[in-house]
């Protein structure tokens, strides 16, 4: 089954700064990778995604790309703010009828003020 | 954009006793539901994958006669921790799969269970 993987578990960075978070999967079939934003006691919040058919996608101050021949893919965070602080997951899956969305094991983001 | 909701937020019960939990897609239909499971500091674990109409299916080590799911119409699916015990405390997600084109999945607020 699909195993997806992400690093840095922790990541602190300046108000004003880039932050990247890196996740490799391994099922080749897999199509479709969503980002996510959890906030301390509350559900995950889509916040990009991507699919197999294009190499990078951006939404103002965030950006993914996806590379599908090394199947690793990235958020990157421009201009960080504060409340962007959360933990970040990966996903991926196979968009078909059924399939199940797999998570990474999350990043921990601090954005010092 | 789409909203997945939950009832309750939050249910403290007593060990032995049954919780049902609720999700609803408010504004979209969705044939297919996540239920997931989440320990503080870790990531969702997947237990089940509701289909509207039919059976579950369970991810591999949860008990189905213990979590019993139902996936009664295109926008409820529930969840039911049976005879529950302590270490069934957790926070517990739903998601729903909108089933137009675009397939993208929603989570739900959670709830947090407490079995005492």
């Known amino acids: 089954g699909e195993n997806v993987e992400q690093h840095p578990s922790t990541l602190s960075v300046q108000e004003g700064d880039s932050a990247v978070i890196k996740c490799t999967y391994s099922?080749?079939?897999?199509?479709?990778f969503p980002w996510y934003k959890q906030e301390l006691g509350k559900g995950p919040q889509l916040i990009i995604d991507?699919?197999?058919?294009?190499g990078e996608k951006k939404d103002q101050r965030i950006a993914v790309t996806l590379n599908k021949t090394a199947k690793h893919f990235s958020l990157h965070i421009t201009e960080t703010q504060p409340e962007d602080s959360a933990v970040y997951f990966c996903?991926?899956?196979?968009?078909?009828?059924?399939?199940?969305?797999?998570f990474g094991p999350g990043t921990s983001l601090s954005v010092i003020p | 954009g789409a909203v997945v909701s939950q009832h309750p937020s939050r249910v403290i019960c007593k060990s032995g006793t049954s919780v049902k939990i609720e999700c609803r897609s408010l504004?979209?239909?969705?044939?297919?539901m996540f239920w997931y499971r989440q320990f503080p500091k870790q990531s969702l674990m997947l237990m089940a994958t509701?289909?509207?109409?039919?059976?579950?299916?369970?991810e591999q080590g949860v008990e189905k006669d213990k979590f019993l799911i139902n996936h009664a119409s295109l926008t409820l699916s529930t969840l039911t921790v049976t005879s529950a015990h302590p270490e069934d405390s957790s926070f517990y997600i739903c998601?729903?799969?909108?089933?137009?084109?675009?397939?993208?999945?929603?989570f739900g607020p959670g709830t947090r269970l407490t079995v005492t």
């Open positions: 509701s289909n509207e109409g039919s059976k579950a299916t369970y």
């Open positions: 099922d080749s079939a897999s199509n479709y």
């Open positions: 996903a991926a899956s196979k968009l078909t009828s059924y399939d199940k969305v797999i």
């Open positions: 991507i699919r197999s058919n294009v």
């Open positions: 504004d979209f239909q969705a044939t297919t």
């Open positions: 998601s729903a799969r909108d089933a137009g084109i675009l397939r993208e999945q929603y």
